[in-house]
């Protein structure tokens, strides 16, 4: 497990480092990004950044009631649509099956593919341990995506790892300075969540299918409650401010 930089897990919450242009967030599913990150996005992409999204699923395994061939187009639209409404247009789907994500050389190659297309200096992704702060166990897309991400970002800039990218014209891209993990227990850096907070429910909401399946609670307030809670979470760590935290780790 990784310290804060002061050595105290209650230290504030530096901010995150703003001299970069472009940022890459890798997950393994649909809404996994709007579950905390939109309102950190919609702020960045407001100041005239670029963000992209690359998911490792479509999602097709979340909803016990629909079949996986309807589900996956579903969720894939959904979130498209949620992406568009923090300003971010491009959504890549890597094609790995829902569920059972292996960690790997292939899931290596497909995120450090993905890094070496869109040449960010920030990539984001999600908890990679096993567990949400000790107690929650987490799933093991979530654990294999994120780790492989961490790796992935020193793959892209080696031409010798998986020199088919580069026979396939993707050059290496050894540009990567950060990897920001979202949901860490142990989170170094935050942003200011207010600003994006309203695009950020939003955003959540496009998920209406899926959360039509996941609570009987009205959509609205769920997402509200989830949302705002978790940023108010944080406000000690950070002036007092709502935020979304980070565990950022230099390259």
Known sequence: MTAHPSGRPDAPLEPMPEDWHRALAVVAHPDDLEYGCAAAVALWTDAGREVAYALATRGEAGIDTLAPDECGPLREREQRAGAAVVGVAEVEFLGHRDGVIEYGPRLRRDIAAAIRRHRPELVITLNHRDTWGGTVWNTPDHVAVGRATLDAAGDAGNRWIFPE????????????????????????????????????????????????????????????????GTAGATAARFGGRPAVAFELFPR
């Open 165 to 228: 990218l580069t026979a396939a014209g993707l050059e290496p891209w050894d540009g990567v300075r950060w990897v920001a993990v979202a949901g860490s227990a142990t989170p170094t850096h935050a942003v200011p969540a207010e600003p994006g907070m309203e695009r950020a429910v939003r955003s959540l909401l496009e998920h209406r299918a899926y959360l039509t399946a996941l609570t009987d609670q009205d959509p609205e307030e769920y997402c509200r409650a989830f949302l705002t």
